[in-house]
């Protein structure tokens, strides 16, 4: 399996342009998990869906920023209109149904990840 | 209140030393599940390992082995003869039981430096 695929794994933008991440979750994986890292907060969870639906946003920090999964096999976070403290990483992560034990279950696998910088 | 909690920022640590990674969690649930994740410099998070909550045994893969101490709430991360390649940041992670918590929390890390 490919695992977790992202694109594009670096972006470079000025501030106020549009920004689209894309993610391809792991082939037969439920759920789809979108991430953000930096230095001062850490890894935070902005929103996940189940079988393309999204199930908790709450993570999303404001109006800005809009993910869709319109099949199972694609998801994008999409920043409208960007400013220069949305730079970070951008991880995608995707799992099995979780809930029931074992590993292969219950384990998010991530995608190499998408380095923003907005200037 | 933090849920996982690693208590250690930054190691330093001799090649072919053991190494343990601290973690302690919070939880009132009966079932959950703990993991732990490398990301080296490169960035990528790396699933390490996985020890369910009635998991009986102490998960191990490999050199690494989860030190699961359940009434402590404790999993901690133990890396068997240390390699210069497993310098990297090492994240705690707990899924937590409950109807439809499809979320990992994850901890702030431990960064580790193994020395040569």
């Known amino acids: 399996d490919a695992g977790v695929i992202q694109s594009p794994r670096h972006e470079v933008t000025e501030m106020g342009q549009e920004v689209t991440l894309r993610c391809k979750p792991i082939?037969?994986?439920?759920?789809l998990f979108w991430y953000r890292q930096t230095m001062m907060r850490g890894l935070e969870l902005l929103i996940y869906?189940?079988?393309?639906?999204?199930?908790?946003d709450s993570g999303m920090p404001e109006d800005r920023f809009s993910a869709k999964m319109p099949n199972a096999s694609f998801s994008t976070l999409k920043i409208q209109p960007s400013e220069p403290r949305d730079s970070a990483v951008y991880f995608c992560?995707?799992?099995?149904?979780?809930?029931?034990?074992?590993?292969?279950?219950?384990?998010?696998?991530f995608g190499p990840g998408t380095r923003l910088l907005v200037l | 209140a933090q849920k996982i909690t690693q208590t250690q920022p930054g190691m330093f640590v001799q090649e072919k030393e053991a190494v343990t990674l601290d973690c302690t969690y919070d939880?009132?649930?009966?079932?959950?599940?703990l993991f732990w994740y490398k990301q080296p410099s490169s960035g990528e998070m790396i699933f390490l390992i996985y020890?369910?909550?009635?998991?009986?045994q102490n998960a191990t893969e490999g050199r690494y082995s989860l030190n699961f101490q359940k009434a402590r709430k404790s999993a901690n991360l133990v890396i068997s003869a240390s390699q210069l390649g497993d310098s990297a940041m090492y994240f705690c992670?707990?899924?937590?039981?409950?109807?439809?918590?499809?979320?990992?929390?994850f901890g702030k890390g431990t960064r580790l430096h193994i020395l040569p």
């Open positions: 992670a707990m899924r937590e039981g409950g109807d439809r918590d499809d979320k990992i929390i």
């Open positions: 939880t009132s649930d009966q079932s959950y599940g």
């Open positions: 082939s037969g994986h439920d759920y």
């Open positions: 020890q369910g909550s009635y998991d009986e």
């Open positions: 869906f189940n079988n393309n639906v999204p199930i908790d």
């Open positions: 992560a995707s799992s099995f149904l979780p809930g029931t034990s074992g590993a292969e279950q219950e384990t998010q696998y």
